[in-house]
């Protein structure tokens, strides 16, 4: 079974610099719009990615087992991620720039609404077993606000498909620190 092992940092690019850097380095950097909903089963997700004109779509199912994330994911035809969209829940857009880095892979999404960025999130994949992150990319460093604790849920995806819930978030998390 795949298991998910992430770390996930909350980011701060209010004015787009990030963002803006990261297309800069194209291709280094890829590039992916994606377009996602969350079905009415639990854990279940479809996903549109379109890289520099190459379109994919994935079927996800997702969810903790035994203390550990697994995620399943499946290729599916665009005529199958129309109909499945039909059933969709929460939805949302966003942007995403990867960076290899060793045996570990970096995706920082730009969670948008009607074109502008709401949110910026950063999530580090790293091998089954690995406790600590690796040090951010130097591009990214400057911007990281704080490391998400494992589990917490309030940074979740599906969450922050919800840009108010996003905005609220986003100050009372700061004012924590």
Request: charge should be negative; proline fraction near 7%.
């Amino acid at each position: 079974m795949p298991i998910e092992n992430e770390r996930k940092f909350v980011l701060d690019d209010p004015r787009g610099e990030l963002e803006r850097a990261l297309a800069a380095v194209r291709p280094a950097i890829r590039r992916a719009a994606i377009r996602q909903a969350y079905l009415d089963t639990v854990g279940l997700r479809i996903r549109r990615f379109d890289r520099d004109g190459t379109v994919s779509h994935i079927f996800s199912y997702k969810r903790p087992v035994d203390g550990a994330m697994v995620e399943i994911e499946r290729e599916i035809d665009a005529q199958d991620f129309e109909r499945l969209w039909t059933l969709r829940r929460e939805t949302l857009e966003k942007v995403r720039y990867t960076i290899p880095d060793g045996e570990c892979l970096w995706d920082i999404d730009f969670f948008k609404h009607e074109g502008r960025t709401y949110f910026a999130l950063a999530e580090v994949e790293m091998p089954e077993g690995r406790e600590e992150p690796p040090a951010p990319p130097a591009i990214l460093a400057p911007h990281i606000e704080f490391l998400v604790a494992r589990g917490d849920e309030r940074f979740s995806s599906k969450k922050l498909a919800d840009p108010a819930y996003a905005r609220r978030l986003k100050p009372s998390v700061a004012a924590a620190d």
